[in-house]
């Protein structure tokens, strides 16, 4: 099966790199499926985001509209039972020993992975595309490459099956993913991710940069700010 007639499944947060993913993923494949979850994060901005920027992607993009499938939004409550971060739990945003702020959920893209994988499986979808990125990130082990890579082998061998896990963005910096959605949907795709995607950790949604809404001080805001400057000053 070539692309031009095979499906993916995209991870789908409602973030810049998910969003920027399933563009790259509607350009690329025949028929294309999201997943989300909801695994108790303290602000569901970014989860509720996904319905209007799947539309809004349809709307500009005529073109992708027929190729968007299904979605998905699987609950995982276990993730915040087990966990205190400051992802799932009114905590301060700091770091530990290690500089890994406590923004990571431990164990939280190997479920995530692991579940697409269960629902492409039963979908009879090949290629699962996320946004897992180690070259601008926040330190997060479970977004590096080896860990995707190890988490393919599992996979694929616990369920004898032959996935492609996909990480379009691992190698690519904040400013190049920018480009990226510029070189998939120009200055539409550009202003649509600007708009309705959410990155910042604290929800805030009222504030409006010229790099998107957020608070402007937490480590994604900051990492979407410097991405922001970089891509408009190149
Ligand atoms: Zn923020």
């Known amino acids: 099966m070539t692309k031009a007639t095979a499906a993916a499944l995209v991870l789908f947060s409602g973030g810049q790199d998910s969003t920027t993913c399933l563009a790259l993923a509607l350009d690329r ?3 294309v499926e999201t997943v989300g979850f909801d695994y108790g994060q303290r602000h569901r ?6 319905a209007a920027i799947r539309e809004s992607l349809g709307r500009s993009f005529p073109a992708w509209r027929k190729r968007l499938g299904d979605d998905q939004v699987i609950r995982i409550e276990a993730l915040a039972q087990i966990s205190t971060t400051a992802m799932t739990h009114d905590v301060e945003i700091v770091a530990d020993g290690r500089g890994l702020p406590n923004t990571f959920v431990p164990g939280r893209n190997l479920v995530f992975l ?8 039963r ?4 290629h699962i595309v996320g946004g897992m990125c180690e070259t601008d990130f926040s330190g997060y082990p479970d ?9 393919q082998l599992a996979l694929n061998l616990g369920m004898d ?15 190049a993913t920018w480009r990226l959605a510029e070189t998939l949907g120009g200055t539409a795709l550009v202003d649509l991710i600007l708009e309705a995607t959410h990155s910042c950790y604290l929800g805030e ?8 809404y957020g608070c402007g001080s937490c480590p994604a805001c900051r990492l979407r700010a410097e991405g922001w400057r970089k891509y408009i000053a190149s």
């Open 205 to 212: 949604r009222a504030i409006r940069h010229d790099w998107g």
């Open 114 to 121: 692991t579940l697409a994988a269960a629902l492409a499986y």
């Open 45 to 50: 901005v970014e989860l509720d985001q996904r």
């Open 123 to 126: 979908r009879g979808i090949k």
């Open 161 to 175: 099956a032959h996935f492609i896990l996909e990480t379009p963005l691992m190698w690519l910096d904040k400013a």
């Open 143 to 151: 977004c590096r490459d080896d860990t995707v890579k190890a988490m």
């Open 29 to 31: 494949y025949a028929r």
